[in-house]
């Protein structure tokens, strides 16, 4: 029992610093940056743009930043990143709730151990479905951009590399999928653990017989 308890708990904190991760993630500038790869010539400023804003830094240290400010013109893949950011965002926090109630560690349900470990369950799968399109989410854009660097027609100067953005929201996302996956693998194993049932022992003879 507190062996299961113990990588329940681990699961859940692999995961709760995976939604942290993702929050982080969603909320920063460098999802991708400006590359001085191939005859770029380096210039003056870096320019960087994210899910909400694009910000241009100076030699002199000085940071200039935009927040986009039509949601209508946006391109496509901003939008589509930022809602599946927010989903996994949305379904992390909602599992984080819903393991609460189910881990072993903690008094709520006590008194019925196999419906709580049905509960630890649904938040281990919850866990594993945020954590997918976290990384479904961070992959598509990271896509985007190796496909735009790569492609020909695209100018020198308009050519992206990956940000420090989407390297945490990767890493963010396979701690939740990990996390997720000890509580799943934690409650299967222990849920299956019941005790053989044996059918009743027939020692004694037959009583109640009447002789003549």
């Known amino acids: 029992m507190m062996h299961s308890a113990g990588i329940q708990l681990l699961g859940f904190t692999l995961a709760f610093l995976g939604v942290i991760g993702s929050i982080a993630s969603t909320v920063m500038v460098e999802w ?57 965002i949305l379904l992390g926090i909602i599992s984080m709730m819903v393991e609460m109630v189910g881990m072993r560690c903690t008094t709520c349900m006590s008194e019925a151990p196999a419906q709580k470990d049905k509960v630890a369950l649904a938040g ?42 989407l390297y945490v929201g990767w890493g963010a996302a396979s701690l939740i999928i990990i996390g997720g996956s000890f509580l799943c693998c934690n409650c299967s194993t222990g849920g299956s653990g019941k005790q053989p049932r044996y059918p009743a022992s027939r020692s004694a003879g037959p009583q109640g017989k009447d002789y003549v």
């Open 32 to 88: 991708k940056a400006s590359s001085y790869a191939g005859d770029n010539i380096i210039t003056a400023q870096a320019m960087y743009e994210g899910l909400w804003k694009s910000c241009v830094s100076q030699s002199t240290g000085q940071i200039q930043c935009k927040v986009y400010d039509s949601l209508l013109q946006l391109p496509g893949i901003v939008l589509g990143t930022r809602g599946l950011m927010l989903c996994a």
């Open 124 to 165: 281990g799968v919850i866990f594993i479905i945020a954590g997918l399109l976290a990384l479904a989410g961070t992959s598509w854009y990271g896509h985007r951009i190796a496909k735009d660097f790569y492609n020909p027609f695209t100018p020198t100067n308009s050519r992206y590399e990956f940000g420090s953005a």
